[in-house]
């Protein structure tokens, strides 16, 4: 299952933040749809929780 998702956490630009046993802890930033298409990806039978926070950030110059 790992090598699978490590082929997606590349893809996605994504971040592994933590390893315990035989979980792993994932970190995405990007738009909602972003976030979607990474989670089609993966078997879902697979994960155990998912996380949005929904922080937007805008820059002003």
Known sequence: MFFHAKKQ???FL???VGVSGDTY???LAGKSQKI???L???DVSKIL???RTGV???RIS
């Open 9 to 11: 956490i590349d893809v």
């Open 14 to 16: 994504c971040k592994i």
């Open 25 to 27: 802890t994932i970190e």
């Open 36 to 38: 979607n298409d990474f």
């Open 40 to 42: 089609v990806g993966l």
């Open 49 to 51: 929780e998912v996380s």
């Open 56 to 58: 937007c950030m805008k």
